[in-house]
């Protein structure tokens, strides 16, 4: 199982041009064969930071929604709207840590 935060930091002037494109992202990628998990929230004290908490399968799955039509053709219309760079964090489960050391 892989865990992923992903960071987007948008223009707060742009939010509203936005909010239908991650709608329709969120709905479309929840649908996807290996995703357990995509979930989007909005930092309160920073208008326009929003996190996606995402949990997979597998890398394949995460790759194959990376590779998905509504992730390539949406994805590059929120871009235009950021601030500064998105930051992503790939994580496993402290546990699975454990069990290799």
């Not at 199982?1 to 930091?9: H, I, Q, T, V």
């Not at 290996?34 to 920073?46: K, P, Q, S, T, V």
């Not at 929604?65 to 994805?75: I, M, W």
């Amino acid at each position: 199982m892989l865990k992923l935060l992903a960071e987007d930091f948008i223009q707060v002037d742009n939010i509203d041009l936005v909010l239908p494109l991650y709608q329709e992202l969120v709905e479309k990628t929840k649908l996807e064969q290996g995703c357990i998990a995509y979930d989007l929230y909005h930092d309160l004290r920073d208008q326009g930071h929003f996190v996606f908490v995402e949990e997979w399968v597998d890398r394949a799955a995460l790759d194959a929604h990376v590779q998905s039509e509504h992730f390539q053709r949406l994805v590059p219309q929120i871009d235009q709207y950021q601030r500064k760079e998105a930051v992503f964090t790939h994580m496993q489960s402290f546990e699975d840590l454990l069990k290799k050391a």
